[in-house]
């Protein structure tokens, strides 16, 4: 009997492998799949946008704006669009330069359009997953809710163009989002039953009798209000606002608010405490890790009653402190109130809901880049919420993916010395394993 030719072995074996791998290869080519194994899952999208994608029965059409300097920001809508693709036909992706399109639309922004709907447009710092899913589910259920928009005691103007203090961004947000606006003069007449939900932001005199009134009627028909007020104010404002919220146990306190801590505070201004950390709501489940503005704000107070739910949103710091009365010298004094405060508060009773937020400048001109800070996503959410879409919150964003971390020389090289040899060190051992397998074999 002869012995066996090892390196034939060898040679055999090897050939073996390599056609297995030929072969699964070949297969894998005929049914290509893929699998996400990031921890945050960053490139399949949710079962619910699955859903909401699988919904659509006509083309919705996405149009992407884009420089030929934002590639980076191009690739990464494109990725996440591509994932949207894959779930329907449906789908019409473009892209387009927004110079040479002649588009309305803002460089960076994401225009989406569905039958004859009003498109939803998402801009720079809304696009996420969370954003696009919830686009695509208010162009599905073709409703425009009706934000009245409360006018005739000095409330914010909705049309106000100046950079700083106007709401034109937030206008501007209103009619992307599919919400139509309308004024609604309080006092005058009873609100009407079309608003989805009524908005009073800043008071510069009290509210009537009458208007009080109106609105609370309004509420306990299963009304829905958003309020804002600035801290400050007269006594007699203040006493009317505190009296309309005295049935829900809330009320503002009417101090300015100053966060000392520079960590939760705008660049050298203790007047605006910047959050990070939100309460538990369908109103901040797409806030996490974003920082949200609010510039001179006063306390939401209250303890609302057994039969009532309420959220504190948002807050400030234990290190916070409330100036009562005004005055110019900001520095902490005996006699003002100690933190932390409440600073935007949701309040619901039956079918009743109401947010309360302690400042009006929180949806201000420049308060609201999305790119820069989480103040659009609050305001739309808490409409949503009011208008009870509740379906649109339901998209909780994905947790932050990995960072890389940059590797120093050392590491770089223990990396290099470790990693590189290692499948020629596996192959080699694979190789002399089986060579002394062969050779014990006897003749």
Known sequence: MTRSNPRLALAGTTAAVLAILVGVN?????????????RSGQFTLTSRSIQVTQQLDADLVVTAYFRPDQLAARHDVGALLDLYRQQSAHVQVRFADPDQDGAAATAGSVVLQYRTRQPVVLEAGRQSESDVTAAIARLESGRTPVVCWATGDG???LQGTD??????????LLRSSSYQARGVPLGQEAVPSACDVLAVLQLTGPLSGAAVQQVRAYLAGGGTLLMAVDPWLDATVLASVNGLLQPYGAAFGGGLIIEPDPAHAAANDSTVPVVSGFGASPITTD????DAFFPAA??????????????????????AFSIPQQRTDLGRRAGDQPGPFVLMRSIEQRRTRIVLAGTSALAEN???????????ALLLASLDWLTRQDSLLAIPPKPPAAVAQPLTGGTLDWNVLVALPLPLLAVLA??????????????
């Open 26 to 38: 070949l297969l894998a080519a005929q049914a290509p799949q893929a699998a996400d194994l990031t």
């Open 155 to 157: 409330e914010r103007d």
């Open 163 to 172: 950079a700083l203090a106007g709401y034109s961004a937030a206008a501007g």
């Open 287 to 290: 806030l996490v890790g974003r």
């Open 298 to 319: 006063t306390p939401v107070l209250g303890t609302p009653g057994a039969g009532t739910t309420t959220v504190a949103l948002a807050s400030t710091t234990g290190d």
């Open 366 to 376: 420049w308060t609201m880049p999305a790119a820069s800070s989480a103040n659009p």
């Open 430 to 443: 694979a190789g002399l394993f089986v060579l002394a397998r062969r050779r014990r074999r006897p003749a």
